[in-house]
């Protein structure tokens, strides 16, 4: 198979009750359904795990479908149901495997992107997903790969397999390729190290983040943060996201479209890669000036300038107008061959 | 064999000189194994390294088996006496194994948990202890694994290992199963990383503690921090311990019985696990309060009310009183399924 | 083959580029082969990399050639020419080999001592380094590891690999043995975990820097930060550098002289393993004192006192005199066994 996802960055993995107490259960899933615009997330996570009762959560798989089969086309979120899983615990996983099951055979399934799988242990366990979701997809006429896999990282085994993904995921044993999130579920994962604190309030984990950080960019995943639990707190989820950020973690966990908003507002990455001027048939990289914003083709034959209303580039006489916009990034065999520091700054 | 120690925390790893200068070498060992109380250490280590002169060791054997032999049924702690050992001298490993044999044959040996071996490198170093052991166990007629086995981590090869202990620990060609303690050494390990401070003071080694408790929870082990080497310090001592219980390393080195009274009055960490009810031959699990202390069952059937002198169960009508006290912890493969965030706090 | 190096520490690694515009391109590489004193660093690096334009690069590798043939002899630092590479891009590994085979069948490969290999990726690329090195040496008639091989750590994947060295660099198949120095590169680090912060400055990375320095120790490689680009602030390097120390990695490198200069004037570590002292055919540590400088004897036979001009020994009634100096470093098969703290520090 090859890689499902082609997403470059995903900075919000909201996530909604699937059931919840009163007439109409799937009300939370049917709200969510509709936010547009700053409060759309990237990825949305009708959370069938920790955010609904377990009472509810046969309920919780029926409102799924239900609701995504009425407003997936219209969603503008990837959809990524979260189902139960337990490492330690096979009738977890069975009932994980139900759940995946139910939503794949059901109309629902062409707007599913994938599922969000809590609690996995070392890679033996997320083959083990892997496996389930391919049967599911087999039973459902799906081809291998249909979903992409995401996984919460809470948990000390599951920390240390983030280090042998590389390896893993090309696999032709398994269709690991289909992995996609890698997301810090701090809760748990203090417990599973039995981590305390005098007030209670989470650990920072910087290990953890880096980690999941440094798996994600060697598999070419993506990393998401937890959950920030004091939803009012605005600010203090600004600054975690600033920290992320500064580990790789481009992404987090939103509970509240408040938090979708905050953080669809954060900056994004610069683009990677290089701008290359392809002149009479070679490909020159361009020079990133300082504020790493600006590229420069040093040389005679081509000239970029800023303009009003864009830029003007003269080539070999001609000039040409466009929109400032984003470099391509390129494909990661061609990457930038000069990514360094220009030779201005190294003096002797 | 089967895992040999059932603890579930060690908070305190007390390290007495084997034989010191003087006219009754063994003074120091028969004054700690006569510590009773807050004094008491859960993990008490006659120490025939580092504390002890290396001049004096062949006696440290004597004396260790002299009064553990007398005192050891009475010693509240668990004790594991600490050899000779490095990674990188087979004269001190020859040296360590004498030591455990001499221990493992002698009248001391029905009081003896285990054995802590310094200076480990690789995973395969650890083999060569353990096989050690063995043989020590076998020439003395006990079974394999009636010994512990706790290392100090101190070289960066033996951090390392910490990631490959999982899968491991349950080789069948070996007797890792009697792990028991992974415990940092900063003063080595300092040196072994040739790390230098301004002060001569040990660095923090985050990253060390951090990989030691990651190891610990993977592979169902226990992590201590390594020794507070100023011991009238007892509130840097107390700091230390919060900084290590938020990585979840919940054991510490004590030189003193200071020391250990200071460790024996940290809090203990709360309960893992959840509580279940058995209602009409079905288990439900009670919902955790926002503060984590209570659990509040969701239903009509059951009611628990605080009282003044504990608790009101009511079942169907009927009510019954009890004390308050911590649930029990369920083992590792019925782990709860509802661990995380109730679903009131997750709003969309 | 065995290994090829055998330099303890590498406080300085200063580049400098290979060709730059102007009437003599060669100019800032002979100025560096100049330098003396405490302006010469332990490591010189002709940088046909990042520190050269690329259309450049060609004319460096002839500059090379040229200014080692020519000062080679009399350089007093180690010379190590940094080529290109790319873990993702064949083009630029092939375009490093033809620059390592120009230079190994050069007059100046009797100067070189190794080279610089930048954005490795996994072991298998470090492997793929290695072999083509192995083939420009033996088509330059030079044994397999004559050549040195360093390495920049710049990529989640190649800090992944710094775990396995220890196991790897052994192997038959391959000369990985020419390994030397594990350089971090944080800026293109920086991009390749695609972290940002809000300045654009560097993030501080601990726990890349950790495992470079875990990694050499583990495989007895030395450990080296990347560039402080505000060669103004030799202030703010001078305090890198002493966090760098507190980790364990003991070198920097230099884009200046004044950075060579300033790294030459940290203090050097101290030596590890310990004073013995032969008396009557037995070999007797001696006990460092508090401060880590100091070691005394214990015992009767011989006294060590401190003298205006050095020291005063007396063995057996007879007394030496001599000049203070460090301790010779054991091979570390003799490594202390009695490197812990004294027996005097553990009281009960």
């Given at each position: 198979m090859t890689r499902r996802h082609d997403r470059a960055f995903v900075r919000t993995f909201f996530t909604s009750p699937t059931a919840v107490e009163g007439e109409d259960s799937a009300k939370m899933l049917?709200?969510?359904?509709?936010?547009?615009?700053?409060?759309a997330p990237d990825v949305w996570v009708p959370d069938?795990?920790?955010?609904?009762?377990?009472?509810?959560?046969?309920?919780?798989?029926?409102?799924?479908?239900?609701?995504?089969?009425?407003?997936?086309?219209?969603?503008?979120?990837?959809?990524?149901?979260?189902?139960?899983?337990?490492?330690?615990?096979?009738?977890?996983?069975?009932?994980?495997?139900?759940?995946?099951?139910?939503?794949?055979?059901?109309?629902?399934?062409?707007?599913?992107?994938?599922?969000?799988?809590?609690?996995?242990?070392?890679?033996?366990?997320?083959?083990?997903?892997?496996?389930?979701?391919?049967?599911?997809?087999?039973?459902?006429?799906?081809?291998?790969?249909?979903?992409?896999?995401?996984?919460?990282?809470?948990?000390?085994?599951?920390?240390?397999?983030?280090?042998?993904?590389r390896d893993a995921i090309h696999h032709p044993s398994n269709a690991l390729e289909r992995l996609f999130l890698l997301v810090d579920g701090e809760v748990d994962y203090t417990k599973d190290l039995r981590a305390i604190t005098p007030t209670g309030a989470l650990p920072d984990w910087p290990e953890l983040r880096h980690n999941t950080s440094r798996g994600a960019s060697a598999a070419d995943l993506i990393a998401v943060d937890g959950p920030y639990d004091d939803i009012r707190d605005l600010e203090g989820y600004r600054e975690r996201m600033v920290d992320n950020r500064a580990r790789g973690q481009l992404g987090i966990w939103a509970l509240t479209p408040d938090q979708v908003v905050t953080a669809n507002e954060a900056p994004l990455p610069p683009a990677t890669g290089e701008w290359l001027l392809a002149v009479d048939g070679e490909q020159v990289p361009l020079t990133p000036e300082d504020d790493g914003e600006r590229f420069v083709y040093e040389g005679e034959r081509v000239s970029v300038a800023d303009a009003e209303d864009g830029y003007r580039l003269r080539i070999d006489g001609q000039t040409r107008r466009g929109r400032s916009s984003r470099p391509p990034r390129r494909p990661v065999g061609e990457r930038s061959r000069w990514s360094g520091r220009p030779s201005s700054r190294s003096t002797a």
């Open positions: 049917r709200r969510a359904a509709q936010l547009r615009g700053m409060e069938n795990e920790d955010a609904t009762a377990p009472g509810m959560r046969e309920e919780g798989i029926a409102n799924i479908i239900e609701v995504v089969a009425a407003h997936g086309a219209d969603v503008p979120a990837e959809i990524h149901p979260r189902v139960v899983w337990h490492r330690d615990d096979p009738a977890t996983r069975a009932e994980g495997f139900e759940q995946i099951r139910r939503v794949a055979a059901s109309e629902a399934a062409p707007h599913v992107d994938g599922f969000v799988i809590p609690e996995v242990g070392g890679l033996d366990d997320w083959k083990k997903v892997d496996e389930l979701i391919t049967l599911a997809e087999n039973e459902a006429g799906l081809p291998t790969g249909t979903f992409a896999m995401s996984v919460i990282v809470e948990s000390a085994t599951a920390e240390l397999a983030l280090a042998e993904l």
